[in-house]
């Protein structure tokens, strides 16, 4: 009616589909983070959650999801808008700011890495050297900054055991001469702690305890770092330095024969 009183031609209006939660009513902050502050936050990048956006109610036409700027505005069309509801779906923007973490060039990534460990309790113990390691190692495994608080086993001189992580990989028959054995291969003071030279002394242990191929690594894993999920354990054990490992290894052996299980000394 405003256009018509001026006596204009009115434009012709569109919108993007409603976005919705997983139960289809009208997402809100009820639902998680509804602010762009909230996502900025959590570590999520503009251009990933700027990605995702467009893709809610829209699509490209074909398979692509990780486009940049000028490729979704150049692809953009009103024709591809869906009619029905678009649904937020978490799960496919955290893969999707994975996407966009790993391509970052790395001195960017290690730059939101320190801001991130700056806020945390164990910032002080993250030396340069070690944290450049850290987070070349982690990079495509990161998908989001507040990700680096689960690196803490990296920097600190003991990592906290997770119990149930004890009793099912290092409270089993044999894990802790095994753990004992890769300990006293990595004793010389020249002992090579490279990716390969650590694959190679595992395997060495493994064979001789009469373990399959592969069979130790989880239980090195939780050993040295508490955790049972992380980057490639030979990479870990390289990155973390032989001192560490031996000592870790000694002290989780001591679990393994059934230790209290705590931060370890």
Same mark, same amino acid.
């Given at each position: 009616?405003?256009?018509?009183?001026?006596?204009? @031609?009115?434009?012709?209006?569109?919108?993007?589909p409603m976005i919705v939660n997983?139960?289809?009513?009208?997402?809100?902050?009820?639902?998680?983070?509804?602010?762009?502050?909230?996502?900025?936050?959590?570590?999520?990048?503009? !251009?990933?959650?700027?990605? #995702?956006?467009?893709?809610?109610?829209?699509?490209?036409?074909?398979?692509?999801?990780?486009?940049?700027? $000028?490729?979704?505005?150049? @692809?953009?069309?009103? $024709?591809?808008?869906?009619?029905?509801?678009?649904?937020?779906? =978490?799960?496919?923007?955290?893969?999707?700011?994975?996407?966009?973490?790993?391509?970052?060039?790395?001195?960017?990534?290690? $730059?939101?890495?320190?801001?991130?460990?700056?806020?945390?309790?164990?910032?002080?113990?993250?030396?340069?050297?070690?944290?450049?390691?850290?987070? &070349?190692?982690?990079?495509?495994?990161?998908?989001? #900054?507040?990700?680096?608080?689960?690196?803490?086993?990296?920097?600190?001189?003991?990592?906290? #055991?997770? $119990?149930?992580?004890?009793?099912?990989?290092?409270?089993?028959?044999?894990?802790?001469? =095994?753990?004992?054995?890769?300990?006293?291969?990595?004793?010389?003071?020249?002992?090579?702690?490279?990716?390969?030279?650590?694959?190679?002394?595992?395997?060495?242990?493994?064979?001789?305890?009469?373990? !399959?191929?592969?069979?130790?690594?989880?239980?090195?894993?939780?050993?040295?770092?508490?955790?049972?999920?992380?980057?490639?354990?030979? !990479?870990?054990?390289?990155?973390?330095?032989?001192?560490?490992?031996?000592?870790?290894?000694?002290?989780?052996?001591?679990?393994? &024969?059934?230790?209290?299980?705590?931060?370890?000394a």
């Amino acid at each position: 009616f405003l256009f018509h009183a001026l006596g204009a @031609a009115a434009p012709a209006y569109a919108h993007l589909p409603m976005i919705v939660n997983a139960s289809g009513k009208p997402y809100s902050k009820r639902d998680g983070d509804a602010f762009v502050g909230d996502f900025r936050e959590k570590g999520y990048l503009p !251009e990933a959650l700027f990605n #995702y956006l467009t893709l809610l109610g829209w699509n490209p036409g074909d398979e692509r999801e990780k486009l940049s700027r $000028e490729e979704l505005v150049q @692809a953009f069309s009103l $024709e591809r808008v869906l009619q029905s509801s678009a649904q937020m779906d =978490a799960a496919k923007l955290l893969n999707l700011n994975g996407q966009y973490m790993a391509a970052l060039p790395f001195d960017a990534f290690l $730059e939101g890495v320190r801001a991130a460990i700056s806020r945390l309790p164990w910032a002080a113990t993250a030396d340069a050297v070690r944290l450049e390691a850290v987070a &070349r190692l982690m990079q495509s495994r990161t998908k989001l #900054y507040t990700d680096v608080a689960a690196w803490e086993y990296f920097f600190v001189d003991s990592p906290s #055991y997770d $119990e149930k992580a004890v009793g099912k990989f290092l409270r089993k028959p044999g894990v802790s001469e =095994a753990l004992s054995a890769l300990a006293a291969a990595l004793e010389p003071a020249d002992a090579l702690v490279s990716p390969a030279a650590v694959e190679a002394a595992i395997a060495a242990v493994a064979t001789a305890g009469g373990f !399959e191929p592969g069979r130790l690594n989880q239980p090195i894993r939780v050993a040295v770092t508490g955790c049972t999920i992380g980057a490639g354990v030979y !990479e870990t054990l390289a990155v973390l330095g032989r001192e560490t490992v031996r000592r870790r290894l000694i002290a989780a052996a001591d679990l393994a &024969r059934g230790g209290a299980v705590g931060a370890s000394a």
